[in-house]
T-cell receptor
Framework: DAGVTQSPTHLIKTRGQQVTLRCSPK?????VSWYQQALGQGPQFIFQ???????QRGNFPDRFSGHQFPNYSSELNVNALLLGDSALYLC?????????????FGQGTRLTVV | AQTVTQSQPEMSVQEAETVTLSCTYD???????LFWYKQPPSRQMILVIR??????QNATENRFSVNFQKAAKSFSLKISDSQLGDTAMYFC????????????FGQGTRLTINP
């Protein structure tokens, strides 16, 4: 079992550009959540996808959008990048209802905006 | 809204010692889950231990145990016989049974185990 895989591992973008991050959940998991972790901080919830729909959303602007595919993989898109978007983006997968069950995390994508 | 607070930004102990990491949280709910996650330099979050709020018995996983004080909204992690591989960032996290199904994390504690 490959666990949760994220790509790419590192990314450098220029202000104003758009970026797409990808996540493949652990086998058997149907729920994907995205978190933003600024340097030296705890992760902050961006949104969660289940059955190809956004089920929950954190306090992030509309520049952050996502998608879940029929195979449960997911993408996180960020438009009009700002310097403050530089962070580690973590994807977590879980089964079914999610809460209480273990969320498995990927190794993250380190995004640097210059 | 729920909040999680870790008041120890950094801790350092000698190998084989016991160390306790503190966590407090704020919620008006009575049923929820609490977690401790470990994040080594590899960046991947790894679940260390989980506690269900409606269970009075403190969770234990090998060298890791928690002291869950529901009334005080306190959830500390004790690591016994610490090992060099325990060096990592440790995050306390909360998830509600109701409403938003999202993990709410604390700011983290950087734990260093010295040889």
């Amino acid at each position: 079992d490959a666990g949760v895989t994220q790509s790419p591992t590192h990314l450098i973008k220029t202000r104003g550009q758009q970026v797409t991050l990808r996540c493949s959940p652990k086998s058997g998991h149907d729920t994907v959540s995205w978190y933003q972790q600024a340097l030296g901080q705890g992760p902050q919830f961006i949104f969660q996808y289940y059955e190809e729909e956004e089920r929950q959303r954190g306090n992030f602007p509309d520049r952050f959008s996502g998608h879940q595919f029929p195979n449960y993989s997911s993408e996180l898109n960020v438009n009009a990048l700002l310097l403050g978007d530089s962070a580690l983006y973590l994807c977590a997968s879980s089964g079914g209802t999610g809460f209480g069950t273990e969320a498995f995390f990927g190794q993250g994508t380190r995004l640097t905006v210059v | 809204a729920q909040t999680v607070t870790q008041s120890q930004p950094e801790m350092s102990v000698q190998e084989a010692e016991t160390v306790t990491l503190s966590c407090t949280y704020d919620t008006s709910e009575s049923n929820y889950y609490l977690f401790w996650y470990k994040q080594p330099p590899s960046r991947q979050m790894i679940l260390v231990i989980r506690q269900e709020a409606y269970k009075q018995q403190n969770a234990t996983e090998n060298r890791f145990s928690v002291n869950f004080q529901k009334a005080a909204k306190s959830f500390s992690l004790k690591i016994s016989d610490s090992q060099l591989g325990d060096t990592a960032m440790y995050f306390c996290a909360f998830i509600s049974i109701q409403g938003a199904q999202k993990l709410v994390f604390g700011q983290g504690t950087r734990l260093t185990i010295n040889p």
